[in-house]
């Protein structure tokens, strides 16, 4: 019979048996025999309900000495029970522990603490559990940390949570696990590095602040033959003169690897305009892309200002004028690359033909992909 708080240990109060203790023959009467059978009956139920509760409550402590150190270890295990009209609390807590004290002073330690609470109300109910692992040595610590706990209320408000909190002395690495009737569910990981090991397969959005800036696609397979593993973005905002001869307009550098290809997207803002003599022609603004000193993307028009086809004549003589033409454009265009692996540098040029041509915001973009 466990024992439980503020139990009854009365023994009871059945009466003494009427007569003598001892019989004509000598012996204990029935009545007295049985009577002291039934208390002793109930002694043993108590002495049971002692040791029973005393088990509850643990702690035992070992230590050793030599020449060099002090080791010490302990475990401990707290069992608590409360309750009162309103709310029922029970706690369990197991801490085992080893410490090691040198001589220099320098002191190492390892600990497993386990706390398990419940608590139980007419309106709530509450479950946690809390265990830490955690290892020192010279001041230099590492942990690893579960927390789960689960809530209901009257009200119809639902939560539950599991976290893990690993710290080796590096940034640390967190994994969280939520859901309630509230803010609904939610999985957090938080690493320098994580890695995904196997199909990845995302039925909703997927968000990111930074998923084409330099190397920050670094996935093997993340669209299966079509995998992303590189994004180089290059941008110049100021003017370029553009000349008769190919000039550079922007470059950008990629290391490219085994079955990778690349994709490459180029765009600029225009300005051009020409006057119009007798013998102008109208004004053309050409692209192309090399890799190296290979071309890749074969010289292609993107702008051009037209040309003045009439001039008046007024009372039968001709007018010595010039007139400008202008065009204001954002041709932007892509090309595809398959080169074997090395490390390229690719080139968006321009020139014109003829008038005068300015480009701005210069972008190009190398992706590569696996084929």
Do not use: C
């Not at 003017?239 to 765009?267: M, R």
């Amino acid at each position: 019979m466990p024992l439980v708080p503020e139990a009854d240990l009365r023994l009871g109060i059945d009466p003494l048996p009427r007569g003598n203790m001892v019989g004509p023959d000598g012996q204990v009467s029935r009545e007295w025999r049985n009577w002291l059978e039934v208390r002793g009956s109930r002694i043993g139920e108590v002495i049971s309900g002692i040791n029973h509760n005393r088990a509850l409550v643990v702690d035992l402590e070992t230590e050793f000495v030599d020449e060099t150190a002090t080791l010490t270890a302990s475990i401990g295990i707290v069992a608590t029970v409360a309750a009162d009209n309103e709310t029922a609390i029970g706690t369990l807590q197991t801490t085992v522990s080893a410490l090691s004290t040198t001589v220099d002073g320098k002191v190492s330690n390892a600990t497993y603490d386990a706390q398990v609470s419940v608590l139980v109300g007419v309106d709530v109910a509450i479950a946690s559990d809390v265990t830490t692992l955690s290892s020192t040595v010279g001041g230099l610590s590492s942990t690893v940390s579960t927390q789960a706990s689960t809530i209901a209320d009257i009200e119809g408000n639902l939560a539950a949570t599991y976290a893990i909190t690993v710290d080796g002395g590096g940034n640390g690495a967190f994994v969280s696990l939520e859901d309630g009737t509230t803010l609904g569910s939610a999985i957090t990981l938080s690493a320098t590095k994580i890695t995904l090991d196997g199909d990845v397969f995302v039925t909703g959005s997927l968000t990111t602040a930074n998923m084409f800036a330099a190397n920050a696609v670094t996935t093997a397979n993340m669209f299966a033959a079509n995998a992303l593993t590189e994004a180089v973005s290059e941008e110049t905002d100021a003017e370029l003169t553009v000349t008769t001869s190919y000039a550079d307009a922007e470059t950008a550098s990629v290391t490219v690897g085994t079955g990778e290809e690349v994709d490459l997207f180029w765009s600029m803002a225009v300005f051009g305009y020409s006057s119009y003599l007798s013998s102008d022609p109208t004004a053309y603004l050409y692209v192309r892309i090399l890799r190296g000193a290979t071309v890749i993307y074969s010289e292609t028009t993107v702008a051009s200002t037209p040309a003045v086809d009439q001039l008046g004549i007024v009372d039968g003589s001709t007018l010595d004028v010039s007139l400008n033409t202008t065009t204001y454009s954002h041709p932007s265009g892509m090309d595809f690359d398959a080169p074997s692996a090395g490390t390229y540098t690719y080139k968006l040029q321009v020139k014109k033909s003829a008038g005068a041509w300015l480009v701005s915001k210069r972008r190009l973009r190398a992706v590569l992909r696996k084929a």
